[in-house]
């Protein structure tokens, strides 16, 4: 008996299209996996049944009765209920009333009934008996907890909704062994009473051992539904990639190999902090080193501690031959570490302010200047620009009169003036437009060639097949994979990304 | 055409006519009141307010809810320690000069290290430092006399000095200068609107953001304690919470003047108008006979107004 099926849903956002042809049918009592790589239109199709999206066109059935969901309150009274990946936990309130918070148990009309409460919550945690870890009570604050307690009370708050259709969105990404096994049994349970359940990972041993169906999306349409017990993981993956993935990277204007051994621009051994762990690279003067894989898999969180905004725990770091303990971004510039972030607005564009005030800081800095003369600045400031091809009418426009595009020019700008020695890019591209991408481009190759150590961390395959030397895979905060030479291919990159580390 | 738009809308270009529409009512309601030596008189209580509310402009400029609230503490605090080093004699106005200074200094300290360091809000931090400094006052004036304005001092303040000028004003003039070069020909004042305008781009563009926002308290602390040395010379003597008043008169003076409560935007030219500006108003009520619980209604009102004018949706987002 079908529980849910949607057919031809689609989804615009503006000019982008979002989902072009979303189609999913979930079954009574089976685990339904939903596949798709970043931007693929996956999530937004689980926006869709969870009620917080409309759709623009397309049918939703539930239990074959033709429905509309209005929002998220109208997709829990119709039966649906939705684990978020972002975490949505009240703090200061204790795990059983999280656990009970979507429908708190009323006496008299407007009392909180306590004793039905503990009750009620008592089930959920009890289905987690001895693997939910020191510390975790009916009582304690969830403020107080470990990330992976606090996803188990998430778990526990969607199971409490007891929806005949149940959505998991990456529910495992915190969990340890015995917490994963716990919960699978779990599933497996709600699976022979008959529930639906849609199932969001990115480890293919989970989906495996799991999963009864899975439905691949790309590039905003469904490609196909396929049994997991007659199909393996390569030809899963292989679908994800589409037609061109076996297809080496264009390797006619990337260099194959730099030679290291020559000259180390940044030496990273053993590096663990918040978000990665036992990370170790080198990268050599010339060379780009790129970082691929999912998002969140620790490539951004171990630029920013490299270039000292993130917390480092143990390892090591060196910059050519000589040890570097990050302290603060003034060190890391002070010691020739340059950083470009995807996030403009938040780390790179000083709002409000003259395009000139955006470029000068690290110039202030690195000649440790104290009177800022716009005349002697103007001087160091437009050729760094105009390198960048960056449009603007005058230097003391407010940055924020430039496109996005322009703007990201100016800041990686501001590193030109005196060149680092070390380039960190955390996903540089973000939301910049094409020609503006080309050009950044062109300029990241060229500060390659006149010998700048370069670590680029991408979003989109494709400026990493087309511009890096090497590709260090990450997967669940640690290199999974290596590619070099001819394994740089979309196959192997998305392999290495969602095969188990 | 828009040009011109945009000229009259400069915060700096409605203070000045506001400034002289003030002049013109007070003259209307009490002949005299626009008179030169009158005017004269005006301007030396605006230099006062104008030195107090630089440091504000500073702290307020620098963003993150910046404010400080301790500045009236400061200022009598500073006059009454002025007051006692000096105690009557011309030869102990640089020993309280440095006294002074000192001790704006070391409260501004304690505000940018409660901040920074303790991660107090500046609200909370300046507003119980006020307090504290208040709790001193009255323990300070209970044990020693509350001491004499030196003559030169005194003479500085309300006698004419060059160009028939009083020296305070001209003091005012060079704390004018003084903020303009900094906060737009040096790397400390580019720094001070980068962490206003945005705190994290600056951090991660090597700006020692906690240093930076000590040293705004440490200043503002110092332009208070300076504000107090001259209010004695004014007074004569110092009484009881000379400097109470400032608290709030500075606040508005900064916002009047265009610097936006939320930070990273304004300067100290449209501050000096708005001093000016606040000191007419004053002047008016008092010729109209209202009294001091009626004018701090006024002025409370006059930020509240201002608020809606310029800082609407912005002042308080975080």
């Known amino acids: ?501 | 055409m828009n040009q011109v738009i945009s000229f009259i809308r400069q915060p700096v270009v409605v203070a000045l006519v506001l400034i002289v529409a003030l002049l013109y009512l007070g003259q209307l309601l009490s002949p005299g009141f626009a008179s030169g030596g009158q005017i004269l008189r005006l301007l030396i209580v605006a230099a006062l307010l104008g030195i107090v509310a630089a440091g504000q402009n500073v702290v307020i400029l620098g963003g993150r809810e910046g404010i400080d609230l301790s500045v009236g503490g400061i200022v009598s605090l500073s006059a009454i320690i002025a007051g006692n080093v000096m105690n009557g004699a011309d030869s102990g106005i640089l020993p309280a000069i440095a006294a002074c200074l000192a001790a704006g200094a070391f409260f501004g300290l304690l505000n940018g290290l409660g901040v920074t360091l303790l991660r107090i809000p500046p609200l909370v931090m300046t507003l119980g430092m006020l307090g504290v400094l208040q709790g001193l006052l009255v323990v300070i004036r209970m044990g020693i006399p509350s001491g004499q304005a030196a003559p030169a001092l005194s003479r500085f303040v309300t006698q004419p000095l060059v160009f028939g000028l009083p020296g305070i004003i001209w003091l005012w003039i060079a704390v004018g200068l003084l903020m303009a070069f900094m906060l737009h020909r040096t790397v400390f004042g580019h720094r001070i609107y980068a962490i206003g305008s945005n705190e994290h781009a600056a951090y991660m563009a090597g700006v020692p953001v906690r240093p930076m926002r000590i040293a705004l308290f440490v200043i503002s602390g110092m332009f208070a304690a300076l504000a107090g040395l001259c209010l004695l010379g004014y007074s004569g003597s110092s009484f009881a919470n000379v400097g109470e008043q400032y608290t709030l008169t500075s606040i508005i003076a900064v916002v009047f003047g265009g610097t936006s409560l939320a930070g990273g935007k304004g300067g100290y030219t449209g501050t000096m108008a708005g001093a000016v500006l606040l000191v007419i108003l004053q002047g008016i009520l008092t010729t109209v006979n209202i009294d001091e619980s009626g004018r701090q209604m006024v002025f409370g009102a006059t930020l509240l107004l201002l608020m809606t004018f310029y800082g609407r949706g912005r002042a308080m987002r975080v």
Request: with cysteine; net charge neutral; hydrophobic share 45%.
């Open chain 1, 1 to 501: 008996m079908s529980k849910l099926k949607l057919s031809g849903v689609s989804k615009a956002y503006g000019a982008t299209l979002a989902l072009r042809r979303g189609d999913l049918e979930v079954m009574a009592g089976e685990v339904h996996v939903l596949m798709g790589s970043n931007g693929s239109g996956k999530s937004t199709l689980c926006k869709i049944i969870a009620g917080s999206v409309r759709p623009d066109a397309g049918r939703i059935l539930i239990d074959d009765t033709p429905a509309t969901i209005t929002g998220p309150r109208s997709a829990r009274a119709q039966g649906i209920g939705i684990f978020y990946q972002e975490l949505s936990l009240a703090a200061h309130r204790s795990v059983e009333e999280n656990i009970c918070l979507a429908a708190l148990p009323v006496r008299a009309g407007l009392f909180v009934d306590r004793v039905s409460l503990k009750e009620r919550a008592a089930r959920y945690i009890a289905l987690f008996d001895g693997v939910s870890g020191e510390g975790f009570a009916a009582d304690a604050l969830v403020g107080n907890l470990r990330p992976d307690q606090r996803q188990l009370v998430e778990i526990m708050k969607a199971l409490a909704s007891e929806a005949p259709l149940l959505i998991f969105d990456e529910p495992t990404s915190a969990l340890d062994r015995a917490q994963v096994e716990r919960f699978f049994e779990i599933l497996g349970n709600l699976k022979r009473r008959g529930r639906g359940i849609i199932f969001i990972s990115h480890r293919m041993d989970e989906i495996k051992a799991i999963g009864d169906r899975v439905t691949i999306i790309r590039d905003g349409e469904t490609i196909t539904t396929l049994n997991l017990d007659e199909t393996d993981a390569a030809t899963v993956i292989r679908l994800m990639v589409g037609g061109a993935g076996d297809m080496p990277a264009s390797q006619s204007s990337v260099p194959a190999a730099v030679d290291i051994a020559a000259e180390s621009a940044l030496t990273v051994r053993n590096l663990s902090g918040a978000g990665f762990r036992d990370v170790s690279f080198e990268v050599g003067r010339g060379e780009i080193l790129g970082f691929g894989g999912l998002h969140g898999q620790g490539q951004s969180a171990l630029l920013r501690a490299i270039f000292g905004a993130g917390a480092i725990t143990s390892g090591e770091i060196r910059i050519g031959s000589e040890r570097f303990d990050a302290s603060s971004p003034r060190d890391a510039i002070r010691r020739g570490l340059a950083y470009v972030s995807g996030d403009r607005s938040r780390d790179g564009v000083i709002s409000g302010r003259p395009i000139i005030e955006n470029v000068s800081p690290i110039h202030y800095l690195r000649d440790r200047l104290m009177i800022a003369s716009p005349s002697r600045l103007r001087d160091r400031v437009l050729p760094a620009l105009q390198s960048m091809h960056t449009k603007f009418a005058s230097l003391f426009d407010p940055i924020s009169a430039l496109s996005g595009g322009n703007q990201q020019k100016v800041i990686i700008a501001r590193w030109l003036i005196d060149r680092p020695d070390v380039l960190l890019l955390d996903d540089p591209t973000k939301g910049i437009d094409l020609s503006a991408k080309a050009d950044l481009f062109t300029l990241i190759r060229q500060l390659a060639a006149e010998g700048l150590g370069i670590l680029l961390y991408s979003s989109e395959d494709a400026e990493l097949l087309g511009n890096a030397n090497r590709i260090l895979v990450f997967n669940g905060g640690s290199v999974s994979r290596e590619l070099t030479g001819a394994e740089r291919t979309r196959y192997n990159l998305y392999q290495a990304a969602y095969e188990a580390a």
